[in-house]
């Protein structure tokens, strides 16, 4: 089993930047792939950006050039560092890890509100 926790979100104004976190733990030694999905009230969860366990990302249109995705797998810790907030970014980020075999693991989200 792999137990992940979101931490970092909260209240920003529109341009401004925020880091949130997602600290694995369990049988995090053969997590492949890990990613940051969000959703806001009424629409269906969408990704948002992935990272495999050999550093290759891959970022939604939205969000390139703004969000940084990275991972620190001595600290079994992923992070999205997300700057130049806009109002529509506004959700519940949620991190999801997946292991070959097993299948996926999702954490419980963390709030993500940006004001304009």
């Known amino acids: 089993q792999v137990q992940l926790v979101e931490s970092g979100g909260g209240l920003v104004q529109a341009g401004g930047s925020l880091r949130v976190s997602c600290a694995a733990s369990?049988?995090?030694?053969?997590?492949?792939?890990m990613a940051w999905y969000r959703q806001a009230p009424g629409t269906l969860r969408e990704l948002v950006a992935l990272?495999?366990?050999?550093?290759?990302?891959n970022y939604t249109d939205s969000v390139k050039g703004r969000f940084t995705i990275s991972r620190d797998n001595a600290k079994n810790t992923m992070y999205l560092q997300m700057n130049s907030l806009r109002p529509e970014d506004t959700a519940v980020y949620y991190c999801?890890?997946?292991?070959?075999?097993?299948?996926?693991?999702g954490g419980q989200g963390t709030q993500v509100t940006v004001s304009s």
């Open positions: 999801y890890a997946y292991r070959p075999g097993f299948g996926w693991y």
């Open positions: 369990g049988s995090t030694f053969s997590i492949n792939v």
């Open positions: 990272i495999t366990s050999h550093g290759s990302t």
